[in-house]
């Protein structure tokens, strides 16, 4: 077995870039486990596709174009209709997508279905007039940017704003929901910095058992937000330059593509390849914006 304290021994390499930037996906990765981060953005080692994830996305994509219609039209029935052809626009990016479909195309989209239910379940489409959908958000600070998507943003004629973002999974246990507390700060974070005012409410939906969870922030936790986030990109800059990309085991291990290959599972990692740190840090991919289901 690879000896997990090698890495700390190599040697530094300097690491040149233009722009620095992450998105909440990636911080998440770094703090869930180093070796993870290194494993996706280093090593872009491919991770199977889920059917689960596509109908994710679909459900993010249909919730989207819902409020191209005038309210009255934002039925159920047409947020239905919108699954197949979203579904067909997915596929024509991505034609891969397709693999995942088995049996009838109607019977597989049958789980989406039920999600997009569930919203209707927990939100009125026809009150709502979300001011942004699938909004970029980008700021930077200290010479970081920060940068990310935000499902739907609401601003009231007063001005307050509310940042919601769709979860097709179930709500996370106490013991996870500070990673999703996370994202939502980062771009509270961003908002604020660019808007100068900070969002009023953070709303998440997660459609997987039909529970809103909504918290308010401060300015004092979104400084501490930042400070975080500042602190993480340093940690991955030093990872950079040691090579030292040591894992960091819990519960999620559970859910890791890369167990096989994990030190903490007996596995060997690939050897780092030679433009190992500069991958680390190229904002192309450390801080590519992600949608998050």
């Known amino acids: 077995m690879q000896d997990m304290q090698d890495s700390t021994l190599a040697?530094?390499?300097?690491?040149?870039?233009?722009?620095?930037?992450?998105?909440?996906?990636?911080?998440?990765?770094?703090?869930?486990?180093?070796l993870l981060y290194r494993f996706r953005v280093v090593d872009r080692l491919p991770e199977p596709r889920s059917a689960a994830a596509a109908r994710g996305t679909l459900v993010h994509a249909v919730l989207e174009r819902l409020f191209d219609v005038e309210a009255a039209s934002?039925?159920?029935?047409?947020?239905?209709?919108?699954?197949?052809?979203?579904?067909?626009?997915?596929v024509a990016d991505d034609p891969e997508l397709a693999q995942l479909v088995e049996g009838d195309l109607g019977d597989w989209l049958a789980p989406a279905r039920g999600l997009v239910e569930r919203w209707f379940a927990l939100e009125d489409p026809t009150r709502l007039e979300p001011a942004e959908r699938e909004l970029y958000v980008e700021v930077e600070l200290d010479g970081l940017t920060f940068r990310g998507y935000v499902d739907r943003l609401d601003v009231a004629p007063t001005g307050e704003m509310r940042v919601v973002d769709y979860k097709t999974g179930r709500s996370p246990s106490p013991l996870f929901e500070a990673k999703a507390l996370f994202q939502m700060k980062f771009y509270a974070l961003v908002l604020w910095r660019t808007r100068g005012e900070i969002p009023k409410l953070l709303q998440l939906v997660y459609l997987g058992n039909s529970e809103i969870v909504r918290y308010a922030p401060d300015e004092q936790e979104l400084l501490a937000t930042e400070r975080k986030v500042q602190a993480l990109w340093a940690a991955i800059e030093r990872s950079a330059r040691t090579g030292d990309w040591r894992p960091s085991t819990s519960r999620l291990c559970d859910w890791c593509n890369h167990q096989a290959i994990c030190p903490a599972f007996g596995g060997t990692p690939p050897p780092l390849p030679a433009e190992a740190a500069g991958r680390a840090v190229d904002p192309s991919v450390a801080g590519a914006p992600e949608v998050d289901d």
């Open 11 to 34: 040697e530094e390499v300097p690491v040149t870039l233009v722009k620095p930037a992450i998105s909440p996906s990636r911080a998440a990765d770094y703090m869930q486990c180093p």
């Open 74 to 90: 934002r039925t159920l029935a047409h947020a239905h209709s919108l699954l197949r052809p979203q579904w067909e626009a997915l």
